[in-house]
């Protein structure tokens, strides 16, 4: 059975190695082991910059994602921004994603000052985009542009 929490410090390493598994396959990026630990750690650190989710099955870490957020002005509250999701190939396919995705929903309550939730998927990842698609999210609202230094 697939339960979902808060991670803990202790799952950074495993965190850092499905960032650099997901970015390999999904962008066929290779990211510095030091980089992306610094970044995990500093997540870690400073809940102002967000939080990760991790699934487990038993005792088995099988997924994680991180949640970053976003002021909307116009909601007058908090956007959660799901990214970094990374399931493990042996548990793809069996609604892990989804438990964690209802985790995140069940987050966003009147109480809690949560609006919603977005996240954003490589256009040429379509199998991440139809289970998106299958859990009522949809990409028709905005397309996202960046510039990234470096």
Not at 85 to 90: A, L, R, S
Not at 123 to 131: E, G, R, S
Request: charged content about 20%.
């Amino acid at each position: 059975m697939i339960t979902v929490r808060s991670a803990m410090p202790d799952d950074a390493l495993l965190i850092i190695e499905f960032q650099q598994k997901m970015a390999m396959e999904t962008e066929n990026v290779a990211l510095d082991f030091h980089t992306v630990t610094k970044g995990v750690h500093s997540v870690f650190g400073d809940e102002t910059k967000g939080a990760y989710y991790v699934a487990v099955d038993g005792v088995t870490v099988v997924g994680s994602l991180m949640t970053t957020y976003e002021w909307s002005d116009w909601r007058s509250g908090t956007v959660i921004w799901i990214q970094s999701v990374y399931i493990i190939p042996t548990h793809r396919g069996q609604g892990v994603y989804k438990k964690m995705y209802e985790h995140i929903q069940n987050l966003v309550t009147p109480e809690s000052g949560y609006r919603g939730i977005r996240l954003y998927v490589d256009k040429t990842n379509l199998a991440a985009q139809k289970v998106y698609e299958k859990l009522g999210m949809n990409g028709e609202h905005y397309q996202v542009f960046e510039w990234m230094k470096g």
